[in-house]
């Protein structure tokens, strides 16, 4: 491509991305959100991190100086304390199309998913040996359930998430899938796979870290049996904000937590040496909550309060974002420098876009440099998250083009 040529794409799609943003319905949330002024700093790192809302510090401030600093004990009842991690647990339920009373708020990603394969392995019918891991998946995934099938003597069968249909058999007791893959990025069929276990008697325990907050989940839809999330990336909870825990209404009698804690017992303030798990999700509970960061996410949710603003809408933007990203790459990135190993079909995409690049820690290095900051993962991919509550189509264009700068 000519310099005249480079240059007159430039402009034209710099224009398109103007317009673009200012007929985005979402476009007014940005200002709900502590970023970079446009034209100076693109934050395209919210599938690790998400961005601070701006009225999580007030709301943590007033939690800190008057319910722990002045109500103090008093504020387990009288400010909700208690009650917190089913309430935000019901507040994250529309947001993965579940209803209330199946999500719980509190612990780790990882305490989650150890709750969960344990939970689900006790869920299966008897006699059955094996667990079936994505085999693509974020490695703690696979270590929780490598040590799960330890505890419940189980056998681990790594497996594509394209091939559980044909892998999934009598001898399956449970099985763990990414809903989108963390390197990169392309969504797996949450319905056909979900499907394809319960035809085989198995269940099913879904990781949505990297789809919840970026596009619809449907768990009550396509009859998900369990699920486990993170809150700090599309959520936007902060930086090791709890993690959730989804168990389906109808398993939630029989569901046997492998760690059974005071707090989820029928009545915890008994202190009987016998446990006895309370009704409903509180059965996902284990000790006591985690208050601040767990009243900083439930501020960080209040931006899905706003007019306009569900999982579809998103969703929308996610698609376009990522489709203009690809378009300006493919516009203004030398040939031959990158390739995408994020599906191009929006059915296999979730929100990032990922690229394979000979020099990636050198190229984010000065990406980040310039303002764009974004992640990479060894030895040769770099990832953009698209978080369409505060990412526009200006920043879009403004990343590729320095990129394309970066790797001229």
């Not at 839809?221 to 090791?240: F, Q, R």
């Not at 929100?351 to 040769?380: H, T, Y």
């Amino acid at each position: 491509m000519s310099e005249d040529s480079v240059g007159r794409g430039t402009g034209e799609l710099a224009a398109r991305a103007r317009e673009l943003d200012a007929v985005d319905p979402l476009g007014k949330l940005r200002e709900l959100f502590v970023l970079d002024e446009p034209g100076r700093g693109v934050y395209l790192d919210g599938n690790s991190l998400g961005a601070l809302p701006r009225n999580v510090p007030e709301r943590l401030q007033e939690v800190v100086a008057r319910e722990w600093g002045q109500l103090r004990i008093r504020s387990w009842g009288e400010s909700g304390w208690w009650t917190a991690p089913e309430r935000i647990g019901d507040r994250i339920a529309p947001l993965v199309g579940a209803a209330p009373g199946q999500v719980v708020v509190g612990d780790s990603t990882s305490v989650n998913v150890f709750k969960a394969v344990v939970g689900a392995v006790r869920l299966a019918p008897e006699g059955r040996d094996e667990i079936l891991v994505d085999a693509t998946t974020f490695p703690t995934d696979g270590y929780i359930a490598a040590s799960a099938a330890r505890m419940t003597g189980k056998r681990i069968v790594p497996v594509e998430p394209g091939r559980v249909a044909e892998a999934v058999g009598p001898r399956t007791a449970a099985v763990l899938v990414n809903h989108v893959d963390y390197r990169s990025g392309r969504l797996h069929d949450l319905p056909g796979i979900t499907a394809a276990v319960h035809a085989a008697g198995a269940v099913v325990v879904w990781d949505l870290c990297h789809s919840a907050g970026a596009l619809p989940v449907g768990l009550d839809e396509h009859g998900v049996d369990l699920a486990v999330g993170c809150t700090y990336k599309y959520l936007n909870g902060g930086p090791g904000s709890p993690a959730y825990l989804y168990v389906r209404a109808e398993h939630q009698e029989r569901f046997d937590s492998p760690l059974p804690g005071w707090t989820s017992h029928a009545d915890p303030f008994g202190m009987t040496p016998e446990y006895a798990p309370g009704a409903g999700a509180v059965r996902g509970r284990v000790g006591t909550p985690d208050i601040l960061s767990m009243l900083a996410l439930e501020a960080a949710l209040d931006v899905w309060d706003e007019e306009g603003v569900s999982p579809g809408a998103v969703r929308t933007k996610s698609l376009a974002l990522t489709d203009f990203f690809l378009e300006c790459v493919a516009a203004y990135v030398p040939e031959g420098r990158v390739e995408s190993v994020t599906p191009v079909p929006h059915g296999e995409r979730g929100s990032q876009v990922s690229l394979r690049c000979g020099d990636a820690e050198r190229v984010m290095g000065e990406l980040i440099g310039r303002g764009v900051v974004g992640d990479l993962r060894r030895p040769d991919v770099l990832r953009f998250g698209f978080t369409p509550l505060y990412v526009g189509f200006a920043d879009v264009e403004f990343a590729a083009r320095a990129l394309a700068e970066v790797l001229g």
